[in-house]
């Protein structure tokens, strides 16, 4: 009897019998093309486009967080998808195949970087395609991701991936500021997932014991796994808010004490705001856009804590009497923030850093005047920028600005040393406390109206 051809494929299962990605699946699949089309082609925070994506509120949790993550690690770990399919391509797509890119993208994102099974990235990209009018490219994704499929990990695996994942003028800029070790230790932290840090109102070691959270130095709580945030114990009963530990300090450097005057300029959403009116103080909360002191009045809400907002231009503002104590968290490029949203390292350039830069001279010199004589005043940003930071309190106090710096001590800051500048300012960059997680990159400076 003459043998049958050998069948390359004869030991797959037939297409029937493969398992299926889910309705649900494939939606959410969707909604993160979406969402990564958002960020890249309509520079839009990625945080905005998934609360004003009209398909995720009829998606159920699970597959919510799916595309949220889908995106944000798409996002994040952008250079190092890129560069692999430019191995596999022969030429770059024009920008007519701009979604083919980005289906391709999320693609090879769940096979190299969240564990996705082959057939499910591979058939779901095939089908978004063909969903997208881009079925004529179904061959391409689909050799592509085999390839992907078989020989990704080893080339993901010889990728330099700090580099490839930090924008050109970013470390160029980090290299310049800190030297080209801090550099690449800021680019590493940037590719984990920032945790859960959480201010407590009162009792941080019985808060620890029932949320299961290590209580860092400074006495922010910290979780590495969780689940839905308003499902954990205390969020209803406003026992905590959410806070990066690092974006706790410089509340604590104001030091505001029960009944003290203080105005938080730029305040929304408020977590500065919640520690200064837990410390008794009596907080005005001031910020630009109405919108967003809605969310505030929320959190305050929620906190039980009680504080006047007022919806203004803080540079034009003229409180009724100043104050002892001035929190400015002036408008930045939140580079310090990129382990919690890997979108700004693609919305943001360098002429973004001139506008704000003259933004923040403005409102600096605002908070200034709001401050009494002797009162103290705290300018921060979650910016890694010096021209954010260092450079905006050093034209401050050259151009004869009433102020003097106060120094900071290590045991302001939960003996993080490291982080104090040869000036006495606050730095922290993301790589400090690595082996609890990281930190966001912030700096702030204390100062005293003379």
């Not at 993550?69 to 007519?96: H, M, S």
Request: proline share 8%; charged share 25%.
């Amino acid at each position: 009897m003459t043998q049958p051809p050998a069948n390359r494929r004869r030991n797959r299962p037939a297409p029937q019998d493969r398992p299926r990605p889910s309705d649900s699946g494939l939606r959410a699949r969707a909604a993160a093309l979406d969402l990564l089309g958002d960020v890249l082609r309509r520079h839009r925070p990625l945080d905005d486009a998934f609360n004003a994506h009209q398909g995720l509120p009829r998606l159920e949790r699970r597959d919510r967080a799916f595309a949220r993550n889908l995106a944000a690690t798409t996002l994040r770990r952008l250079g190092q998808i890129d560069g692999l399919l430019a191995a596999c391509l022969k030429k770059p797509f024009a920008a007519r195949d701009a979604a083919t890119e980005d289906i391709l993208r999320l693609g090879a994102c769940q096979l190299l970087f969240l564990g996705t099974p082959p057939h499910a990235a591979v058939d779901t990209a095939v089908t978004l395609l063909r969903g997208r009018k881009r079925g004529g490219h179904a061959a391409l994704v689909n050799a592509v991701l085999r390839r992907l499929t078989r020989e990704g990990a080893a080339m993901r695996d010889g990728q330099d991936a700090a580099r490839l994942n930090t924008p050109d003028w970013l470390w160029a800029a980090w290299d310049a500021a800190y030297g080209e070790a801090a550099c690449r230790r800021i680019a590493e932290a940037h590719l984990a997932e920032a945790p859960l840090d959480l201010s407590v109102k009162d009792g941080t070691e019985s808060w620890a014991e029932r949320l299961g959270a290590e209580i860092l130095p400074g006495g922010t709580l910290r979780l590495t796994a969780h689940g839905p945030i308003p499902e954990l114990p205390g969020y209803k009963d406003g026992a905590w808010w959410v806070q990066d530990a690092a974006a706790a300090l410089p509340a604590k450097l104001l030091a505001v004490q029960p009944g003290e005057t203080a105005f938080d300029l730029c305040a929304a959403p408020g977590g500065k705001t919640a520690q200064m009116a837990a410390a008794g103080a009596e907080v005005t909360a001031l910020d630009s856009a109405e919108p967003r002191l809605v969310r505030l009045r929320e959190n305050m809400a929620r906190l039980e804590l009680s504080v006047r907002t007022v919806a203004a231009d803080a540079a034009e503002w003229t409180p009724p009497q100043p104050a002892g104590a001035v929190l400015l968290d002036a408008p930045c490029s939140a580079t310090g923030t990129l382990r919690r949203h890997p979108d700004a390292a693609r919305l943001k350039t360098p002429d973004d850093i001139a506008a704000l830069t003259a933004l923040q001279d403005r409102l600096l010199a605002a908070a200034v005047k709001m401050a009494k004589p002797g009162g103290r005043i705290v300018y921060c940003t979650c910016s890694l920028q010096p021209e954010e930071g260092p450079e905006r309190i050093a034209g401050l106090i050259g151009g004869g600005a009433p102020v003097e710096r106060m120094p900071i001590a290590p045991d302001e800051i939960g003996g993080l040393a490291e982080a104090i500048t040869a000036d006495g300012d606050l730095r922290t960059l993301p790589c400090h406390w690595g082996d609890r997680g990281g930190v966001d990159g912030f700096f702030a400076c204390r100062l005293r109206r003379v």
